[in-house]
């Protein structure tokens, strides 16, 4: 082998070995980038990462953002609340609170996105992808609105009812797994008045296209509060997959648990709501969701109706 033909040899073996390094830094960096969003997803979920409150700053922080109805009259009326989707209220938070209404439900959409400045796109899909806000931290804003729904004058608080639609289903899921004489959610200091005996007087859920992936704790433990509970799900959900929450209904079915499940041909996730982002998978599907809801008013009627819920 000639000294220029030794060279060049050399030469593309050094640039091979740069090569490797470069690539192998590559690698690593991404291992260490996929470590740190895991932890980072684990540790939210977990509480370690969320500023805990009192339950009177975290109704300051929310109260002045919530949509309120109620029928006519004094009351007291059967009360719903209402939690939204990862992307903030939308359209379907007053299609659904005029429906209640106009059955005899006083209604009440509290926002959780607003408050807290999560109303642009490159931040509320972080409340989608779990990096904020995750269920177990909002869980804690259900409680507060809970007890701040049960000091209005026209509020039944023996008849009211939690509806959460994608991620106010997991967080509503979340907040049922929670033994709150010794548990709370992980953004608050306390439970806000009664206590642990605030969950007493909610005698309905009603999950829209919940997230029931493996993050949320429904799928592995068991719920403290025994009120029935309606899954709304949609076949054709890409975002969360209907099969999923069909576990979790199963298993609480299992367990003795009051459980009604309704299944949307066709539809796809949100599909009540018409108010999208640009490249959206959802659809709406007026049909779908004038039978949800009305589903939904009789699944409550029974509800309240049942004096063993």
Request: aromatic share 8%.
């Amino acid at each position: 082998m000639s000294e220029a033909a030794a060279k060049g040899m050399r030469a593309r073996w050094r640039r091979a070995r740069r090569w490797q390094r470069v690539l192998a830094l590559a690698a690593a960096t991404v291992v260490v980038l996929v470590l740190a969003l895991g932890v980072h997803t684990f540790g939210r979920l977990q509480g370690w990462f969320t500023e805990r409150v009192t339950p009177q700053r975290l109704s300051a922080l929310l109260s002045p953002s919530y949509v309120i109805a109620k029928p006519d009259g004094a009351g007291p009326f059967p009360t719903a609340l209402l939690y939204h989707g990862c992307d903030g209220a939308k359209d379907n938070m007053e299609r659904w609170s005029r429906a209640l209404v106009e059955h005899g439900w006083a209604a009440v959409v509290v926002d959780s996105n607003t408050p807290r400045h999560y109303t642009d796109f490159a931040t509320w899909r972080l409340v989608c992808a779990g990096q904020l806000l995750p269920g177990p931290e909002r869980a804690g804003d259900i409680l507060v609105s809970m007890a701040d729904a049960m000091e209005l004058p026209f509020v039944d608080a023996d008849r009211m009812a939690l509806i959460g639609m994608s991620h106010g289903g997991w967080s509503i899921m979340e907040l049922m797994t929670l033994d709150l004489g010794r548990e709370r959610p992980t953004n608050l200091t306390r439970l806000p008045e009664p206590g642990a005996s605030i969950l007493d007087g909610v005698k309905a859920n009603i999950l829209v296209y919940p997230w029931c992936g493996l993050a949320n704790q429904a799928r592995f433990d068991t719920w403290r509060n025994g009120a029935p509970v309606l899954f709304i799900l949609a076949t054709a959900d890409i975002i969360a997959p209907m099969i999923e929450c069909q576990f979790v209904a199963d298993s609480l079915k299992a367990a003795g648990h009051p459980v009604e499940t309704v299944v949307f041909q066709g539809a796809t996730h949100g599909f009540d709501q018409q108010d999208r982002s640009e490249f959206s998978p959802l659809v709406f599907d007026p049909e779908a969701t004038a039978d949800a809801i009305a589903g939904a008013l009789d699944f409550l009627d029974r509800a309240i109706a049942d004096p063993a819920s």
